[in-house]
Nanobody, 124 residues
Framework: QVQLVESGGGLVQAGGSLRLSCAAS????????MGWFRQAPGKEREFVAA????????YYAGSVKGRFTISRVNAMNTVFLQMNSLKPEDTAVYYC?????????????????WGQGTQVTVSS
């Protein structure tokens, strides 16, 4: 069974940092582009960052560019999201997703598999 499992969320003060991890099982990861999305209460799910299978191409939402870094270790079947200088508006459930076509773009519909999410709460 294909699974994506996020971890690393939690409560942090504004200005702090967190690193999210997404571990993939099965054939989900091999050759897939990976993305991170988030959804705040009462809001639609929004794109955060994406990375190609090779790791050479990354793409960020404007709201997180310069603060967040996406990376991956293919040998570990894991993708990471390093989040620095966190703001209260970053509070959301964060989801990782796999795009088996390796497009690694900001369109949620292009992602085939999704994790169940991890909560990130940033206090002011």
């Amino acid at each position: 069974q294909v699974q994506l499992v996020e971890s690393g969320g939690g409560l942090v003060q504004a200005g702090g940092s967190l690193r999210l991890s997404c571990a993939a099982s099965g054939r989900t990861f091999s050759g897939s582009g990976m993305g991170w999305f988030r959804q705040a209460p009462g809001k639609e799910r929004e794109f955060v960052a994406a990375i190609s299978w090779s790791g050479r191409i990354t793409y960020y939402a404007g709201s997180v560019k310069g603060r967040f870094t996406i990376s991956r270790v293919n040998a570990m079947n894991t993708v990471f999201l390093q989040m620095n200088s966190l703001k209260p508006e970053d509070t959301a459930v964060y989801y990782c997703a796999a795009d088996t076509a390796n497009r690694a773009r900001d369109r949620a519909l292009e992602y085939d598999y999704w994790g169940q999410g991890t909560q990130v709460t940033v206090s002011s």
